[in-house]
């Protein structure tokens, strides 16, 4: 941890971060690269949104980074709280999402409909742990920047609903268009 003024800045989410979705990110660009390059498949509505989604993922990693770095002096400290509570918040969605409606499932208050979120075959839970992995375990880790970044900067809570909210948008925006192709 390095100190700003009489605050520590705690890097090491941001390093988790661009390292996990990092690996994420060149899983999904050498998948696709096979596909389309080595056997030939044409690009469809599901590679466009991968990769679309894997651009707006490098862009979470950069925002990370900046959290913690000399460039956070160039971004508005609101400014840069909204997008870290934004991204906590919207990729928290989803996992605890799956993680209420498979709770519901278990407790009998709602019935399967054997796919998507309320899956509840080896798939399923299988596609629940990656969520997790994958949205989830990122999620926590900008909460705790957005936080940090929340007490150095001596920033109101109001930012992170405010931010919560534009990441929702987001995460709405992005199954619509994923709804559409």
Known sequence: MA???????????????????????????????????VQGKPANGDAVVALGATGLRVMTIVVALVAVSRWER?????????????????????????????????????????KGISNMSAT???????????WGV?????GLLASDHRRRHALSWLWAPLGGLGGMAALAVLGLVISRL
Do not use: H
């Open 124 to 134: 399923g839970w299988f596609n629940f742990a990656a969520a997790w992995l994958v």
């Open 74 to 114: 160039r971004v508005p400290a609101r400014i840069l709280s909204m997008a870290l509570w934004a991204m906590a918040i919207g990729q928290l969605a989803y996992p605890l999402a799956e993680t209420l409606v498979k709770a519901a499932i278990l407790l009998d208050l709602i019935e399967p409909l054997n």
């Open 138 to 142: 990122p999620g926590v880790l900008f």
């Open 3 to 37: 100190p700003t003024g009489n605050l520590t800045v705690r890097r090491w989410p941001a390093y988790a971060i661009a390292g996990g979705v990092g690996l994420f990110c060149l899983v999904v660009v050498s998948v696709a690269a096979f596909e389309q390059l």
